[in-house]
């Protein structure tokens, strides 16, 4: 049971590259999400799902789409990234909308 | 969204108990409130929940006041491993969005030998 995954664990950009941030959980979780963490804050919603086809925006999407075929993978997309981008992104996933959330271990990014 | 405040940080001895506390004097009746904590590093983890009852599990303890506008974590021994940063939650049970975390700064816990 690997629990949440990320890949990769860090990654360098240039300003206007696309790039897709992958989320995986063994699980079997309905409810996952993706948060950003910049330097000496706390956590911010991004986007979240609550099954798979089916996904809402959190506090900050803008810049990043989702979607969500199956229920094991929730990967995020930076369109055309910008330096303000550069953040630690962290998956979650939980068995229902209401319950504990996992986390992954992060992903690293660093827009240039 | 129903805001929580929560001192920047405080320090502890190891072995000694701490006592995270929390102010949100603007939750509703059906919100939880949860800790999640983050070691340096990784992301955060579940430590405990609870709605209107005080609670208990292997990590930590959860006072919650009467009133329900206060809560208190209790590390009943701190070990240097206790050292992070501690996220006091608010989770709505209702609505757009309900089941959604949403992380103030939190309390940065250090634990000395």
């Known amino acids: 049971n690997a629990g949440v995954t990320q890949t990769p664990k860090f990654q360098v950009l240039k300003t206007g590259q696309s790039m897709t941030l992958q989320c995986a959980q063994d699980?079997?979780?309905?409810?996952m999400s993706w948060y950003r963490q910049d330097p000496g804050m706390g956590l911010r919603l991004i986007h979240y799902s609550v099954g798979a086809g089916i996904t809402d925006q959190g506090e900050v999407p803008n810049g990043y789409n989702v979607s969500r075929s199956t229920t094991e993978d929730f990967p995020l997309r930076l369109l055309s990234a910008a330096p303000s981008q550069t953040s630690v992104y962290f998956c979650a996933s939980s068995f229902g909308f209401r319950g504990t959330q996992y986390f992954g271990p992060g992903t690293r990014l660093l827009v240039l | 969204d129903a805001k929580t405040t929560q001192p920047n940080s405080m320090e502890s001895n190891e072995e000694e108990p701490v006592h995270l506390p929390c102010n949100h004097s603007t939750i509703s009746g059906t919100d939880y409130i949860h800790w999640y904590r983050q070691l340096p590093s990784q992301g955060p983890e579940y430590v405990i929940h609870?709605?209107?009852s005080n609670v208990n599990n292997r990590m930590a303890s959860l006072a919650i006041a009467e009133d329900r506008k206060s809560s208190t974590l209790i590390l009943h021994r701190a070990t240097l491993r206790d050292a992070a940063v501690y996220y006091c939650?608010?989770?709505?049970?209702?609505?757009?969005?309900?089941?959604?975390?949403?992380f103030g700064k939190g309390t940065k816990l250090s634990v000395k030998p």
């Open positions: 609870g709605l209107t």
């Open positions: 699980m079997n979780h309905e409810y």
């Open positions: 939650i608010l989770m709505r049970n209702y609505g757009g969005s309900q089941g959604n975390l949403i």
